[in-house]
């Protein structure tokens, strides 16, 4: 894990202690999945789960369709559910306002926790006002790092997008890169234009960035495909998530191009790519662990009056480079979904 800079003097909260009451606690058998908007109770007497009352934790992100980084926070956040007696409600939407609109229907619901994504802080302001006007805790993760504090959320779980951006920026100049184009899937979102901006602060050679549409993955290709087309003098691709990384790989051999790939995120096809070098490496924040301790802080908090990070510092999940020199040892989590 690349620790060597943090922007804004950022500490690293060890995630272990995050989860080290709760580490006493043998894991049970409830869990919540769903697309839109899903939840499923369980067996509230099932063996191994905690001796708390039950309770229900709505967890609301921006989820493209599709993307499968999401599956695997959806199952980080089902793995504490069923060990802390939770009823996990998910929904999704990757619209700033319908998203907000989901958030208020948990607050009418009154649910005893909300675990959310910042990805478009503007639009999520009012509606997280609300939450904690009802009384509701609320934790962020995924996005919005820079936003969580001033929005009064009680803890933050995901990684500072600027910090893993310059530490690829970095690691491309080590390798001899010169032309490198970043590649964002939906303009606007906060934590993918940081990735960006840290990707040019930290590469000593030219950074262009390439605006897509992350939800037509044939127009993406195509998109891509051009601007490789055009300038065959870009070197580097960097693509901000897993399948646009894979669909970069064929648009590469599409153009004709020399350029390498790298990419932030992982899934278990990914991993297949580093593996057999079309894809040179990935930087992983961690998606189950931010579902996993969104879902379990909120039920510290609520059951002890914990505060994960100490409600003023964010706990870091990443950035955590996998390459040739680690990824069979990553390519075992990867199969089980949990890296």
Same mark, same amino acid.
């Given at each position: 894990?690349?620790?060597?800079? @943090?922007?804004?003097?950022?500490?690293?909260?060890?995630?272990?202690?995050?989860?080290?009451?709760?580490?006493?606690?043998?894991?049970?058998?409830?869990?919540?999945?769903?697309?839109?908007?899903?939840?499923?109770?369980?067996?509230?007497?099932?063996?191994?789960?905690?001796?708390?009352?039950?309770?229900?934790?709505?967890?609301?992100?921006?989820?493209?369709?599709?993307?499968?980084?999401?599956?695997?926070?959806?199952?980080?956040?089902?793995?504490?559910?069923?060990?802390?007696?939770?009823?996990?409600?998910?929904?999704? +939407?990757?619209?700033?306002?319908?998203?907000?609109?989901?958030?208020?229907?948990?607050? *009418?619901? &009154?649910?005893?926790?909300?675990?959310?994504?910042?990805?478009?802080?503007?639009?999520? &302001?009012?509606?997280?006002?609300? =939450?904690?006007?009802?009384?509701?805790?609320?934790?962020?993760?995924?996005?919005?790092? +820079? +936003?969580?504090?001033?929005?009064?959320?009680?803890?933050?779980?995901?990684?500072? %997008?600027?910090?893993?951006?310059?530490?690829?920026?970095?690691?491309?100049?080590?390798?001899?890169?010169?032309?490198?184009?970043?590649?964002?899937?939906?303009?606007? @979102?906060?934590?993918?234009?940081?990735?960006?901006?840290?990707?040019?602060?930290?590469?000593?050679? &030219?950074?262009?960035?390439?605006?897509?549409?992350?939800?037509?993955?044939?127009?993406?290709?195509?998109?891509?495909? =051009?601007?490789?087309?055009?300038?065959?003098?870009? *070197? %580097?691709?960097?693509?901000?998530?897993?399948?646009?990384?894979?669909?970069?790989?064929?648009?590469?051999? +599409?153009?004709?191009?020399?350029?390498?790939?790298?990419?932030? *995120?992982?899934? &278990?096809?990914?991993?297949?790519?580093?593996?057999?070098?079309?894809?040179?490496?990935?930087?992983?924040?961690?998606?189950?662990?931010?579902?996993?301790?969104?879902?379990?802080?909120?039920?510290?908090?609520?059951?002890?009056?914990?505060?994960?990070?100490?409600?003023?510092?964010?706990?870091?999940?990443?950035?955590?480079?996998?390459?040739?020199?680690?990824?069979?040892?990553?390519?075992?989590?990867? =199969?089980?979904?949990?890296?």
């Amino acid at each position: 894990m690349d620790r060597s800079s @943090h922007a804004r003097s950022r500490r690293i909260v060890p995630v272990a202690a995050v989860a080290a009451a709760a580490a006493l606690l043998v894991a049970g058998c409830s869990s919540s999945s769903g697309g839109k908007q899903s939840e499923e109770s369980g067996s509230a007497a099932s063996a191994g789960k905690a001796g708390t009352p039950r309770m229900t934790v709505a967890m609301i992100t921006h989820a493209v369709p599709g993307d499968t980084f999401w599956d695997t926070i959806r199952k980080g956040a089902e793995a504490a559910a069923a060990k802390d007696n939770v009823k996990l409600v998910y929904s999704s +939407d990757p619209n700033a306002g319908n998203q907000a609109n989901l958030v208020q229907n948990a607050i *009418d619901q &009154k649910v005893d926790g909300i675990a959310v994504t910042l990805a478009k802080p503007d639009a999520m &302001k009012d509606v997280v006002a609300k =939450a904690k006007a009802a009384g509701i805790p609320i934790v962020g993760f995924n996005g919005g790092v +820079d +936003d969580w504090k001033s929005q009064g959320l009680l803890s933050y779980f995901g990684q500072d %997008e600027t910090v893993a951006g310059e530490a690829i920026g970095r690691k491309l100049s080590a390798l001899g890169a010169k032309n490198a184009v970043c590649v964002i899937q939906e303009q606007g @979102h906060v934590a993918l234009e940081a990735r960006c901006a840290g990707v040019k602060k930290g590469f000593t050679g &030219k950074t262009q960035i390439l605006y897509v549409n992350g939800a037509d993955m044939p127009a993406l290709k195509s998109t891509i495909t =051009a601007k490789l087309t055009q300038d065959k003098t870009i *070197d %580097e691709v960097v693509t901000l998530g897993a399948p646009y990384a894979l669909t970069a790989v064929q648009s590469i051999a +599409d153009a004709g191009s020399k350029a390498k790939l790298a990419t932030f *995120d992982l899934n &278990k096809d990914l991993v297949k790519a580093v593996q057999n070098g079309s894809i040179q490496f990935a930087v992983d924040q961690q998606p189950y662990l931010q579902g996993y301790l969104s879902v379990d802080s909120l039920w510290l908090y609520k059951t002890n009056g914990n505060y994960s990070g100490g409600s003023e510092e964010p706990v870091l999940t990443g950035p955590a480079f996998v390459d040739k020199t680690n990824v069979d040892t990553i390519a075992t989590f990867a =199969a089980k979904g949990t890296r």
